[in-house]
């Protein structure tokens, strides 16, 4: 079961396109029966569901920041690693069209789903180092379906890689976002590679950051609805679990922490210490809501048959992706 009851944002999503984003959601992404992840963003990909939130100008779905924070949710409710893998596709289209025009690059993005991770030289999340006229470029960890393409952000501007001009290290093992892979990678980068400028480098950070909020939001919202559903059905002391004050209050706090993340996710602006700020915020209540799940199931909550025990793994993990981001634009590193 996928819970992806989200709070009610102003000015509203699009319910027509959460519809179909929440349909797709309980055929393929049901942690019962997943497929292998390529799969699944095909058909995200085909239904224009992986890049909606991209201007239409770069090809994407164009829609407004109600309905893309919403839909990212859905996703991270349903599938954490897929929404974050959505969420970099999104902030990235708008550089690969600046820098390689509306070519097959752009086209792979957005109709075939070939994944893309943003890293940013700027924040230390990528480390660049001049060789000659060329610049080595050294990831200390993706978090991407397969191998992808690269979208490195400097402080002037952008460069595009592709997959094939990246080394990636094998996969290391993560404790969560079951369908990714954290990865180390190298690169080296010629002018051919760059483009843009510091203004569209400050609109691919802030468009991730937004985007990987709305992830968090969704993990918050279905470890509270996980959590809401077995306490009303759970019989303690005469009545059901919900019932109990303590219980109303954890799972009110849970409720409130995936609104908060949601409503930041869409309508966060202006600096980015302040968008990062906001992250920040939600990847500790992500954690915090699942944490809280876990003890309103008791013994049942740390079973792998109940989804509150991965949402707690991939919380942990998207704070793990995400905290250097936070960490160096100020606000600090999540706990």
């Not at 004050?245 to 849970?254: D, F, K, S, Y």
């Not at 309508?267 to 700020?277: N, S, W």
Request: glycine share 10%.
């Amino acid at each position: 079961m996928i819970v992806t009851d989200l709070p009610t944002l102003d000015p509203p999503a699009d319910q027509t396109v959460l519809d179909l984003v929440g349909k797709l959601a309980e055929r393929l992404l049901d942690r019962a029966d997943r497929p292998d992840a390529p799969a699944a963003v095909s058909v995200l990909a085909a239904h224009g569901v992986w890049t909606l939130g991209a201007p239409e100008a770069a090809g994407g779905g164009g829609a407004d920041a109600s309905t893309t924070a919403s839909a990212l949710a859905i996703l991270g409710a349903s599938w954490p690693a897929l929404a974050l893998a959505a969420a970099h596709a999104n902030a990235a289209a708008v550089a690969v069209a600046a820098v390689c025009g509306a070519g097959s690059e752009l086209r792979n993005l957005h109709e075939h789903g070939r994944p893309i991770v943003v890293v940013d030289a700027a924040l230390g999340t990528a480390i660049a180092e001049p060789l000659g006229e060329r610049t080595q470029v050294v990831v200390p960890r993706t978090d991407a379906t397969g191998a992808a393409d690269l979208l490195v952000l400097f402080a002037d501007g952008v460069a595009f890689v592709r997959a094939a001009e990246v080394t990636f290290s094998s996969p290391a093992r993560i404790c969560g976002l079951h369908g990714s892979f954290a990865m180390s990678a190298r690169t080296v980068l010629t002018q051919r590679h760059r483009g843009g400028s510091p203004d569209l480098a400050a609109e691919v950070r802030v468009r991730l950051i937004r985007g990987i909020t709305a992830v968090a939001a969704g993990i918050a919202t279905a470890a509270s609805g996980h959590a809401g559903r077995y306490a009303d059905e759970r019989v303690q002391f005469g009545g059901p679990l919900s019932a109990i004050a303590t219980v109303q209050i954890a799972l009110a706090e849970q409720r409130r922490v995936a609104a908060t993340a949601l409503t930041g996710a869409a309508g966060c602006a202006g600096p980015e210490r302040d968008v990062a700020a906001v992250l920040a915020s939600a990847l500790d209540g992500a954690a915090d809501a699942a944490t809280s799940a876990i003890q309103i199931l008791g013994g049942y909550g740390y079973l792998r048959d109940y989804p509150v025990e991965e949402l707690f793994r991939d919380a942990l993990s998207l704070r793990a992706a995400a905290n250097a981001v936070c960490r160096n634009l100020g606000p600090g590193e999540p706990r």
